[in-house]
């Protein structure tokens, strides 16, 4: 009996801080989903946009589709040049061919393998890059930003 008490008293704080949080700091998804069933137009219409974006860098596109229909082409379309992987791979095939790269070509190249999963093509790309263009700190951020 003694051992109630203490058992309830920490599963309802438990409950309270996972509402506390849920309320004050939403994560992304819960963020766009409270925008998406929003009665406001544009807000509900962001909101929709924000969570088709996360399905799509999360490689949801199965569920991604199904909000497709009630969102801009233009912006769809545009999104998916940037994140479908067989456009990603694209990008990547048309920047090895180039024999001259520049410091801008392999940062390109970086953030394309990054986005396909090829953390060490990755890190290899970026350091080509540094070593092109030393004092940029956009490449010093690009590699320990993959390098994580």
Do not use: C
């Amino acid at each position: 009996m003694k051992l109630k008490l203490p058992i309830i008293l920490i599963l309802i704080s438990i409950i309270s801080l996972n509402f506390y949080l849920l309320y004050f700091s939403p994560d992304k998804y819960t963020q766009s989903k409270s925008k998406l069933s929003s009665l406001v137009g544009s807000t509900s219409y962001l909101g929709r946009l924000d969570f088709w974006h996360l399905l799509v860098q999360n490689g949801d596109w199965s569920n991604a589709a199904t909000l497709e229909d009630k969102l801009n082409s233009d912006q769809v379309t545009s999104y998916k040049l940037s994140y479908l992987p067989q456009e990603i791979q694209k990008r990547i095939d048309n920047l090895d061919i180039n024999n001259q790269k520049t410091a801008d070509d392999y940062v390109e190249l970086a953030k394309s393998q990054s986005l396909l999963g090829l953390s060490d093509q990755a890190i290899d790309s970026i350091k080509k890059a540094h070593q092109l263009d030393p004092v940029r700190s956009d490449v010093d951020r690009l590699f320990y930003s993959i390098s994580q």
